[in-house]
């Protein structure tokens, strides 16, 4: 198997094809890159720019460069000694404009008798022969159906006939209701998608079908063009996008080893914290988000836990958070909201021997997966953690407890056969629940340090010393070397620089206080957890134009759902909420404190950045590199992480750089890319200085803000140092006598200068940057 020693994530849409990646190639092979990562290029959604929303399986999408482009990545990238990763979609089909997706367009034409009905999970009693299309503005709007060109319309919305449901002139030719009661689908109210909905989703997304791959024809199918890749030698990795959303995650990877030649595999797994992948997944690790928390936690100072936590307690009217109790709350908000179907669906597979009725079966169900504390079980191995997710359901609803006790038996049942779809199904749904309420809503109610809220994060876990950090990487060393590692994603709610300016909150707990105290008496926002998040995003990002901020503030509003949401906003509140915004930008005041508190955080929190990204890219794992991310970027939740960037700018600096132009300053663009491309170039040059992992301890009064580790495997390899709680360590008089021992003398790959071997000054090592990449030699 290839596996790569660092990946570099590009986001493929129509205005970024695969013909200009095959062109970023020879300044990523500079960069130190070794392998190029792709997100999906299968045909999606016309004008996607993500392309999770696959409309045709079959074929790469000409719109994002077709087979041809693919071919031209492949090339540049073998001429450049580089390999390839490509992310899959395999768990869902986009389904937005039917007649763009042929197995779709199929289904709802031919129902029961299309070849592709055993590609989707619809549950045809419960929709009496039917597939219920949640599009109608309000069900009195079958008023506004027509017929015409031989389909279906409403509105912008087309959709096919049955063979014989329409014959022009007859009877029922002007009466497009008529023609409707005719077809293998139902078009309702887009309100009912959240409790009468009967096929499988990807989350709450009426657009995004779920599809079956367990089955082998499905499988077979929808794989046939990624198995090409593979047998002309075009791709090297693949990257499985929401395996947890699968009937069997276990039995998919082992099935996707086999046609792909036994290739190297990434799954988009989020890990809590002390999970680990199941032992019978076929596969190289996750795309670490487990990875990001750890880093992030190792530069948020816990002293600053109480200062924070009193700020978030006085923004609650006095009355502490509890997490576990509100995300109990919010997992119910979902399961009784906008996944509601879902749980109906799993109360329809409860046996009536089991002589539960439907209702105490759905709140039962409900409540067993509010109480999960993973994304899902992998039974029979998370036996253990269903059972304590019913154990915990029963306490917290002691009348449940009988129905609970029915339950458990069925839901432990997840074999193959139909007995078991009830346990196979719970184990699909609880990990949509767990990000539409975890992620999707606790994350934007728990507000007391935005660093924490991060995907994949237990915002409970406020920080991370430095020797619980090299225990955790040393089990990564031995676990997990090929797992990969990561900052910043398509999918991460803020990027790295703009977690780590967050970060230096927590060491002026104090200052933040008195600033966001000031901010609510000039620009007022009712709904202080959200005043604590968005001042803290707007510090975080600022300088930013104001479209951005308004996006982000109105998205993480409606996603908290506390003072407005999605499917009713309250524009009474959303006013008040786009005026506080604005004062950012109109009052004078307003301005004047965010720059003053911008000012003090910046050079902290570009400190943090820069040792975050150095250590992410030499600690054990495979590190990615999201596109764009070697200079500063200070973005938000998506979209606006995926804003497009300037390669030529990137490309004219490093050519500096190689010609010897050090950044005079670490706050510098320069600076960044100076510790990307040498940690890159270093991985993929020496992978001898990366075999092993051991801390190196430091002596001296400011020892406690230095992180340091040694790759090397028995001899040295290359060491690592990176600055923590920088803020701190100015104010206790900077490293002072600070010291660390090395064996060999040793060259700072980012200074030039060398050091030892013997007992050496960490401020001489640190006398240019936050951070030093050593490696032997003088």
Known sequence: MRTPVSTYRLQIRPGFTLQDAADTVPYLKSLGV????????????QGSDHGYDVTNPAAIDPDRGGPEGLAAVSRAAREAGMGVLVDIVP???GVATPV????????L??????????????????????????????????????????ELRYYDHRFPLAEGSYTAGDST??????????????????????????????????????????????????????????????????????????????????RLREVTGGAYLLIEKILEPGEELPAGFECEGTTGYDALADVDRLFVDPAGQAGLDALDTSLRGGTPADYE???????????????????????????????????????????????????RSYLPEGEGVLREACELAARRRPELEPVVQALLPLLLQAGPGPDAELGRRFQQTSGMVMAKGVEDTAFFRYTRLGTLTEVGADPTEFALSADEFHARMARRQAGQPLSMTTLSTHDTKRSEDTRARISVLAELAPEWTASLRRLQELAPLPDGPLANLLWQAV???????????????????????????????????????????????DNAQVRAELDSLVDLLEPYGSANALSAKLVQLTMPGVPDVYQGTEFWDRSLTDPDNRRPFDFGARRAALKAIDAGERPASYREDAAKLLVTSRALRLRRDRPELFAGYAPVAATGAAAEHLVAFDRGAGTPGALTLATRLPRGLEQRGGWQDTAIGLTVAMTDQLSGRSFGPGTTDVAEILRDYPVALLVPGA
């Open 34 to 45: 070794d392998w190029i990562y792709l997100s999906p290029i299968l045909t999606a959604e």
């Open 325 to 375: 109790d509100m995300i109990r709350g919010t997992k119910r908000r979902i399961t009784d909201g906008i996944l509601h179907s879902e749980m109906r669906r799993l109360a329809r597979l409860v046996p009536a021997s089991a002589g539960l009725s439907p209702e105490a079966a759905v709140d039962a169900l409900s409540e067993i997966t509010a109480a999960f504390p993973v994304y």
């Open 109 to 150: 034409k031919e129902g029961q008798q299309s070849r592709y009905a055993q590609a989707f999970d619809v549950d045809w009693d419960f929709g009496g022969g039917r597939i219920r299309i949640p599009v109608l503005g309000e069900e009195a709007d079958v008023d506004a159906l027509e017929i015409r060109d031989g």
């Open 539 to 585: 510090a975080g990002v600022w300088p930013a134009d104001r479209e951005r901020l308004q996006s982000y503030a109105q998205k993480a509003a409606r996603e908290a759902g506390n003072s407005t949401n999605w499917l009713d906003p309250d524009p009474d509140f959303e006013a008040k909420l786009a005026a506080a915004v604005d004062a950012a930008f």
């Open 91 to 93: 768990n869902h089909v």
């Open 173 to 254: 030719a002007d009466d497009p209701r008529a023609v409707h009661d005719r077809q293998h689908y139902e078009l309702v109210g887009w309100r009912r998608a959240d409790t009468d909905l009967n096929y499988r989703r990807f989350f709450a997304v009426n657009t995004l079908a779920g599809i079956k791959v367990e089955v082998p024809e499905v499988f077979d199918e929808a794989h046939e063009e990624i198995v090409r890749w593979f047998r002309e030698g075009l791709v090297d990795g693949l990257r499985i996008d929401h395996p947890d959303g699968l009937a069997d995650p276990a039995g998919y990877l082992r």
């Open 100 to 107: 763009q997706n042929p197995w779709w367009w199929s289904l």
